[in-house]
């Protein structure tokens, strides 16, 4: 280079000394020197910005762990064995559930057009490069940095098997990095022909004729066109070859397993066409053969739609499978030194560690154990298939993704249930929905609802017992008020029954009692205790919204959690979270994840009892009745029922001291179940029946468990039984002669204190007034329907004797009817029992069932009509975010 800038420079020495040339001289060496200059700056630049790059690039890798070759070649060829799952017991599940089928093969045992038609598409320098292509890679750089509209890619194979078996489909800079690293790495440990074999076993191809997502050329070649990838022709080699660029748009079937119509068809067509095309630019086929494979008519071959038979227990394989997911992203993410908290506020990081979490139970042969009893779920799923009582299946109208097609799919009534064990959390059995081939959610676990007034005792009720506002037979208002255009009523609208206990406003389950006492404590933020109690999608507008009290919850809850957190009352206020995956094992036996109970105090042991206690009497002679007359064994049973707005959803739970019991029903596009009651029952009664036949199948199953084993809820110390005055909740005096109670109280908040509400022997006006607040309301419905003065004069006394083992739970204590009680009491009903047919009744210790026995003992208490916001200007409106329900009936 220095001798060639000598010569030129001579040269031009010579030429200026020429006549003419003397100012000539002058510019051209200015030039030149400009020239020179000039090219000194492209170089430096060139040499600054490829150090920049460089740079960079070390940046981005200078974290990844230095793969040794075993390492990297296990993981390149680990793609086979996958994962098993147990019930409870280790009894044998099945393999793991896997969307991907894989059939093994060599290159020995694929054809050659096959392999052409892969390298004149994806890779055509493959036998060349050293993993990489540079001015492919520069070219996908350029294209990103420009944004250009045309994304040519850039991958070798060898940087798609990275991609695939080590890395994730991250879209980032970093991941690039990594992929660019770890193929040139690879092509020291592997020959080009094992990665040439891994690739064609590892790439995805679409669907097969079942509708399975499908990955490898052999199992391609079976699924696509029912012959193995040896026997491929050269139409066919090249039409599975164009389907790794976009598995999904050219595989020939829909994911039901049916072949797509002509015009989508036609994508992965054309896309034969240009691997062809692509074929025959490169040399592999001749113009000839190019010219005969592009009439081929390659529709023909696509293998018939097949149809395999459905798994026998889909919703506990997939919920297995998902909470597996979930245990193993942590450990993947721990292991690489992630704090495990990040998982759940960063979607993008959560993503990737499920990615790998998949990758990694799916290829690496884990034992998954699951705390499911199988002959328990068995049962279960029984019941639910043989209940008649559901309610009219519906029809909905669908829109295919794929197709664009509009079709009429049933919608039955859905139900969701699930057994916990309350020491320890484990879940048992659940009933995941009616037909997974229907609906493939498990309503028992991933679906959230308003939880109506199964909200009571869990939100209001045991929160101002734990705060010492009331005990279990403290008057509370059942008296109308209006706040703004908010509006709520009882069940029965025209009910109002004056100052009840709330014992009594818990058994029958009524709406106003609830709102105002929520009221009371709402500053206090009880919600706070229901996030204690593992419900998990709270969100601000829960704090300030007074219907909160009665489940109108922004998104709802499910029935695990719903079901959970009563099991805490069982639990005397410790609350277990459920689980369902007990332990992982790797294949060399080491126990990668075992299970540990984790317990957090959300009520004391006096609260527990004493809401536990006022829950026996739902059962005894409120609005779970009918659940109890049905039941063929009798245990300590305490339960709650709920009913959202407009019947749109109904809940029963119940739990003895050893396991919990929760269901739920509803259309899934809500939507009123009150609807076929004639032939049905009403749906209050449908979900007491549906409650009882579970329990019935879990004594069928496990007699000890379904009875707790005679055990009873034992009343802690700190829980005594004190009489008082019925109107005021104080000290017994001469003028409330004739209106005595007895109930339990938390001695260590709460007892009875001095009389303070009467003057002049009535209730005073300033009692009246702070009873009714915040809400305000009619003073004279304080009384009931009739004047106090008219009332007749009745004891009212409540035994708070322990229950006996050998009885029913909910006769475990005694009292009788407070005076106030009014004609038109919701639990009891003039109406005429009406049948529903042959067939419709169940054996049981009382006789034949009706569904519409009772019908209104048994209803919840629907009435809330509009859904309200605590706001400092009670006439402002809330707005309807189109997720709130809120409840009716509980």
């Known amino acids: 280079m220095k001798e060639w800038i000598a010569t030129i420079n001579q040269k031009l020495d010579q030429l200026a000394e020429k006549t003419g040339m003397k100012y000539f001289r002058i510019t051209s060496s200015v030039i030149w020197n400009l020239f020179l200059i000039f090219i000194l700056f492209v170089v430096m630049g060139l040499v600054f910005v490829g150090s920049i790059g460089a740079g960079y690039f070390a940046s981005l890798v200078k974290h990844e762990p230095n793969m040794p070759k075993s390492e990297m070649r296990q993981a390149i060829f680990n793609y086979e064995e996958t994962s098993t799952l147990y019930f409870a017991g280790n009894k044998y599940l099945g393999k793991m559930r896997t969307d991907l089928e894989r059939q093994r093969t060599t290159l020995d045992k694929i054809s050659p057009y096959v392999i052409d038609a892969v390298l004149a598409t994806e890779d055509e320098y493959f036998y060349q490069h050293n993993g990489i292509v540079p001015k492919a890679v520069l070219r996908g750089v350029f294209q990103d940095v420009s944004n250009s509209s045309t994304q040519t890619g850039g991958s070798t194979l060898t940087q798609q098997l990275i991609k695939n078996q080590i890395l994730t489909n991250e879209v980032s800079y970093e991941r690039k990095a990594k992929e660019l690293l770890l193929a040139m790495r690879l092509e020291h440990f592997m020959s080009k022909d094992e990665i040439l074999q891994a690739y064609l076993n590892v790439i995805p191809y679409g669907r097969n004729a079942s509708g399975r997502n499908i990955a490898g050329i052999e199992t391609a070649a079976q699924g696509i066109f029912n012959k193995s990838a040896k026997k491929l022709n050269l139409a066919q080699s090249a039409y599975i070859a164009g389907i790794p660029q976009s598995p999904y748009a050219y595989t020939p079937f829909t994911q039901k397993g049916v072949l797509k119509d002509k015009e989508n068809l036609r994508l992965g067509i054309n896309r034969m066409k240009t691997v062809l095309y692509r074929m025959n630019d490169t040399g592999y086929i001749t113009d000839k053969q190019y010219k005969k494979a592009l009439k081929y008519n390659i529709v023909k071959d696509f293998r018939k739609p097949e149809v395999q038979a459905e798994e026998k227990y889909p919703y506990v394989t997939y919920e297995i499978e998902d909470r597996a997911k979930e245990i193993m992203a942590r450990i993947l993410a721990k292991k690489d ?25 799916r290829s690496k042969g884990y034992k998954i154990y699951s705390t499911i009893d199988k002959k328990m779920y068995d049962h279960m799923q029984e019941v639910k298939n043989n209940f008649p009582y559901y309610g009219p299946t519906l029809t909905t109208q669908q829109t295919d993704q794929e197709t664009g097609k509009v079709s009429t799919t049933p919608d039955p009534v859905q139900v969701g249930s699930i057994v916990i064990e ?19 959610v498990n309503h028992a676990t991933q679906t959230t609802r308003s939880n109506g007034s199964t909200m009571k005792p869990l939100l209001v009720y045991a929160p101002a017992i734990q705060y010492g506002l009331i005990g279990a037979g403290s008057p509370v208002p059942d008296v109308k008020f209006k706040l703004g255009e908010w509006e709520p009523k009882n069940y029965t609208e025209t009910d109002e029954r004056g100052l009840i206990s709330a014992r009594e406003a818990l058994k029958d389950s009524q709406n106003l009692p609830a709102i105002r006492l929520y009221a009371k404590i709402m500053n206090r933020k009880p919600v706070e205790l229901l996030k204690k109690n593992g419900f998990t999608s709270l969100v601000p507008d829960d704090y300030t919204n007074y219907a909160t009290s009665i489940g109108a919850l922004s998104k709802g809850v499910s029935v695990e959690e719903d079901t959970n957190a009563f099991a805490t009352f069982a639990n005397g206020g410790q609350f277990v979270d459920a689980y369902m995956v007990s332990k992982i094992v790797n294949n060399q036996g080491k126990v990668v994840y075992k299970h540990k109970t984790k317990t957090n105090r959300v009520f004391n042991e006096q609260t527990s009892y004493i809401t536990t206690d006022m829950l026996r009497d739902v059962l005894k002679s409120g609005t779970g009745a009918t659940a109890n007359s049905n039941l063929k064994f009798r245990a300590d049973f305490a339960a709650k029922t709920g009913t959202s707005q407009n019947y749109n959803d109904v809940w029963f739970v119940g739990y003895n001291p050893d396991i919990s019991l929760g269901v739920w029903m509803g259309y899934d596009q809500p939507q009123t179940l009150n609807q076929g009651n004639a032939v049905y029952g009403i749906p209050s009664t449908r979900v007491n029946l549906l409650w009882a036949r579970l329990m019935n199948a879990l004594y069928d199953t496990n007699p000890g468990l379904a009875t707790a084993g005679g055990k009873t809820f034992k009343q802690p110390a700190g829980v005594v039984s004190r009489t008082f005055c019925g109107y005021t909740g104080n000290a017994l005096t001469s003028a409330c002669a004739g209106n005595s109670r007895t109930d339990l109280f938390n001695a260590n908040v709460m007892v009875p204190g001095a009389e303070t509400g009467f003057s002049g022997g009535r209730l005073s006006d300033t009692f009246i007034q702070n009873m009714l607040a915040p809400f305000g309301g009619d003073p004279s419905k304080v009384y009931g329907p009739k004047p106090l003065k008219e009332k007749k004069s009745q004891t009212q006394n409540r035994s708070a004797n322990k229950p006996n083992s050998n009885s029913q739970s909910t006769q475990s204590t005694t009292r009788n009817k407070q005076n106030t009680q009014q004609n038109n009491n919701s639990s009891t009903s003039n109406s005429e029992d009406k049948s529903i047919g042959q067939g419709s009744s169940q054996s049981n210790q009382t006789g034949q069932t009706n569904p519409n026995k009772d019908k209104d003992k048994d209803k919840d208490e629907n009435a809330s009509n509009n859904n309200q916001n605590n706001s400092n200007n009670a006439s402002d409106d809330k707005k309807d975010d189109g997720h709130k329900t809120e409840p009716d009936d509980d």
């Open 337 to 361: 030194g992630i704090d495990t908290n990040r998982l759940k506020n960063e979607e993008k990081l959560k993503q990737k560690y499920k990615i790998l979490a998949d990758r990694e139970l």
């Open 422 to 440: 309350n020491k320890t959390g484990k879940i048992l059995s659940f009933v995941g929905g009616r037909d997974h081939n229907i609906k493939e």
